[in-house]
């Protein structure tokens, strides 16, 4: 069978895999452009179906030109029933210059003669002025109820629909493009395999010599690998909820949903950072042409395991303290911890191929990890960002890692309900494993020469 014969096939079956994977969105985005005399935030209730209205179901947006007209914008989660638009909490007057609910595609004004205050609060009157419309409200709770048109509607599931369509083939041709690759070198992916295999007893003896290692020559020992981290949970936990007064979140205590954030970090954090040192730590055996080297990554990452398996029942038990059983979901667990060595090990091929011949990259990438921290949602909820925004954190593969261990232990819920996420990581992680072979086997050949 031809090269070109087998792109076709793999991306009609790549095709029809998404197109009936991936669920059409139903998301939409309502938009209103105001003035106002004065600063002030405003919100979005939305219900779905027959259920009631409450803060998880509600959007805010901030508008800042006092006396300008600014468009606010509010990402619906699902398919909405009716909204209950917020005009701030400052009795005023509001002059509203247009409103339309978007799809991914098209935008869909709204006419300003279908608002009427048949339910409404605190507001006095409306005047339509042209194509505006003037509020006047008396209190600090203004707010009327909008339903959107079944027209309006029907066209924004369309709209999607179509978006669903050209997503499948997207990720089709990107699936494919990384099938092809995987091929052609699918030789040295075997054999990566092979050794990993034939070499499993060398890499365990290796990983627990590097554990013992490490803190070599201190009283406590290994101890440390422990009592650091453990210190820093309790400073955070300290720093935030003592000292910040930050209340429970998702429904749980704070320490919780921080330990079920960090845990996870600290192996990712950990494991990178050592395995990308690995190659320069282990020269004597990169110089040995029988030794496999792409291996050593996968010393480091083993070693950083053992003190992960720790924290995980620790995790367990502090759950279980408070009162907090693990469900069926908590299996999970084990599979972003496959995904975290995963995109690790993916990652440290290239990083530690790199720093044998730029020795500050290692310098780089402890920056990298130290402003990621901050970056990922791990000390402080998601929900603290506007919802538009929020699509600017699942481009980090970590917080996918982090949520999903959250996922796990608090939101009990599974991967494949994240699958848009799921896919984006996996995907990822096949193209930085497939670049760190390529890099690392033309590069091997220097290795000996640098180190």
Known sequence: MKYGTVSAISVLLFYVFFLFFLQPSDKMQFEIQLKSDGTDYYQVYFQKNKEEISEKQSV???????????????????????????LGTKPGRIIINGMSLNSTLHSYEISMKDINLKDSNQIDGLEYESDSLSVTTSGEDPYFVFVPSNEIKTKIISD?????????????????????????????????????????????FLSVNDFKTKYTGSYLGAIWAFVQPVITVLIYWFVFEVGFKSGSIHSVPFILWLVAGIVPWFFFAEAWGSATSSLMEYSYLVKKIVFQIRLLPLVKITSAFFVHLFFIVLTFFIFFLYGISPSLHALQVVYY???????????????????????????????????????????????????SYRWILKVNPA??????????????VWFWERYNQSIYFWLLTAVLFIVGITIMKRMKPHFADVL
């Open 337 to 387: 911890t496959i995904c975290t060595i995963c995109f690790v090990f993916s990652l440290s091929l290239i990083s530690s191929a790199l720093v044998v011949f730029f020795k500050d990259l290692g310098q780089i990438i402890s920056l990298i990890l130290q402003f990621g921290m901050w970056l990922t949602p791990i000390l402080w909820s998601s929900s603290m960002l506007p919802a």
């Open 60 to 86: 805010v947006a901030n508008y800042n030109k006092k006396g300008d007209f600014e468009k606010l914008k509010f990402p619906l989660d699902d398919e909405v029933k009716n909204l209950r638009i917020d």
């Open 160 to 204: 999607n629909q179509v978006m669903h369509k050209i997503l499948a083939v997207g990720l089709a041709f990107l699936s494919s493009f990384i099938f092809m690759i995987f091929v052609k070198l699918r030789s040295d992916i075997r054999y990566l395999f092979q050794e990993l295999y034939y070499n499993k007893k060398m890499l365990y």
């Open 399 to 412: 917080y996918y890692i982090v949520e999903g261990y959250r996922d796990a232990l608090i939101n009990k």
